[in-house]
């Protein structure tokens, strides 16, 4: 009887030793779990004041990064508006005359010429549209696109006119007024010779002359080099 006494005592003891490791296995866990992940800030001031650190600097950089690109969409938007509303300017009617220079302010003394008008149609310049060369003056400046008061381009003949001048024009018939004004010398024409120049009208994305080129005929202006 006392042997398996003992042996039940024993057995007893056995199970209670297992259940105080357990026991501990349990509440060591439970610490580690609270050390590393509940209390990380109070265990681990320094990695977690750098990660708090980084957080804010990224946090802060992103805010950056979102106020620039901001004001880079206000600076185009604003210069799309500029750019519709300069548009809606240039094709509006009435078209606005031109600036025109008083001859005291000009270099030299006006002289009288005459004056054609031309587009980029074949008849005009002999290139269709879609030729590599259409509508690219002497100078190598690009007319597609451009209406007369965009462009102000006139073809001299630089025997007479240097390319790239500023030249008034002042139309001797009143009912051409409305082209009077400053232009810049950018164009050479086979029938541009001594003192003629030809006006450019505008792009009419059309091969054929435009009404405008054919009825504006041969008319007189003073015509007076700035510089």
Known sequence: MKLVCQKEVIIINNDNFFIAIASCIVIVTIISFAAFIIMPRYLFPVQTNIKINYINTKTNYLEHQESSYSKKYEVIENHMEANKASEIYVSAEPIPAMQVVPRAETNKAPE?????????????????????????????????????????????????IPLGSKVLVEFLDDRFKQFDGIYTARDTGGAIKGNIIDIFLGDFNDNNASRKAIEFGRRQAHVTIIN
């Open 112 to 160: 009288i010429y005459v004056v054609t008008a031309y587009d980029l149609s074949i008849q005009s310049c002999g290139k269709p549209i879609g030729h590599p060369w259409y509508g690219i003056t002497a100078t190598g400046y690009s007319l597609v696109g451009h209406t007369w008061y965009t462009a102000r381009v006139i073809a001299v003949d630089p025997r007479v």
